[in-house]
């Protein structure tokens, strides 16, 4: 993970579908490891939402993921 982070900006829009607990997360890029190992990630300005209804459960400030593995996947999002 931290190879692909190494060349995004901070403040870029991801969001991350977590499979295993059917949740999709919404927000900025604030903070990320710099390598594999670590695996971490703070999400800012964070929607949540239902990952097969799309419906929206919650807002929340910020949060933190530590050891991003398993069956999730991380899609970038351009802002213009």
């Known amino acids: ?3 692909i982070f190494n060349g995004l900006e901070k ?9 295993d607990l059917g949740f999709m997360y919404v927000g900025w890029a604030n903070a990320f490891s710099s390598n594999h190992k670590e695996s971490e990630l ?3 300005d964070v929607i949540v939402y239902n990952n097969d209804t799309a419906e929206e459960m919650y807002k929340t400030d910020a949060i933190y ?5 398993g069956n999730i996947r991380i899609e970038l ?3 213009d």
């Open 65 to 69: 993921f530590s050891n991003l593995n």
């Open 11 to 19: 403040d870029t829009w991801l969001i991350i579908r977590d499979y």
């Open 42 to 44: 703070l999400l800012k």
């Open 1 to 3: 993970m931290g190879h």
């Open 77 to 79: 999002k351009k802002v």
